[in-house]
Nanobody, 128 residues
Framework: QVQLVESGGGLVQAGDSLSLSCVAS????????MAWFRQAPGKEREFVAV????????FYADSVKGRFSISRDNSKNTLYLQMSSLTPEDTAVYHC?????????????????????WGQGTQVTVSS
C-alpha cells in the first residue's frame, strides 16, 4: 500500500508563487510516473502535470504551461510542484497521484483512472 501526503498549500495573492510537496510512503514509487491533479469546487478533477519515473517524460496542462514546474526526488520519495504567476483560476485542492505505469503519454496521462494511488490533497487559494 502506498500513502501520499501533500503539503505546501495556502492562501496567496495573484502573481505570487507557491511550492507543493508530496511525500510517498509504503511501497516504493520510484518506478512509477507521478502527477498532480487539482479540483476546484463544483468542477471535475483536472490534470495539471505528470513526470515519468526517471524524471523525464514531463507533460503539463495548457492552463499551467510556462508557470508550473513538476519535479521529483526519488531518493526522498518526494514529488514537487513549483507554481508561479498564480491566478484566482488556480484555486483548488491539489492532489498528487501515482500512475500505474513507469511513464505515460497522451490520454493515459490526463485521465484519473490511470492512477492507482491518491493523496488527500492540499488547498491552494489565490486571491485577486
Amino acid at each position: 500500500q502506498v500513502q501520499l501526503v501533500e503539503s505546501g498549500g495556502g492562501l496567496v495573492q495573484a502573481g505570487d508563487s507557491l511550492s507543493l510537496s508530496c511525500v510517498a510512503s509504503g511501497l516504493t514509487v520510484r518506478n512509477n510516473a507521478m502527477a498532480w491533479f487539482r479540483q476546484a469546487p463544483g468542477k471535475e478533477r483536472e490534470f495539471v502535470a505528470v513526470i515519468g519515473w526517471s524524471g523525464s517524460s514531463i507533460f503539463y496542462a495548457d492552463s499551467v504551461k510556462g508557470r508550473f514546474s513538476i519535479s521529483r526526488d526519488n531518493s526522498k520519495n518526494t514529488l514537487y510542484l513549483q507554481m508561479s504567476s498564480l491566478t484566482p483560476e488556480d484555486t483548488a485542492v491539489y492532489h498528487c497521484a501515482m500512475h500505474k505505469a513507469h511513464s505515460c503519454s497522451g490520454y493515459a496521462c490526463y485521465r484519473p483512472e490511470y492512477y492507482e494511488y491518491w493523496g488527500q490533497g492540499t488547498q491552494v487559494t489565490v486571491s485577486s
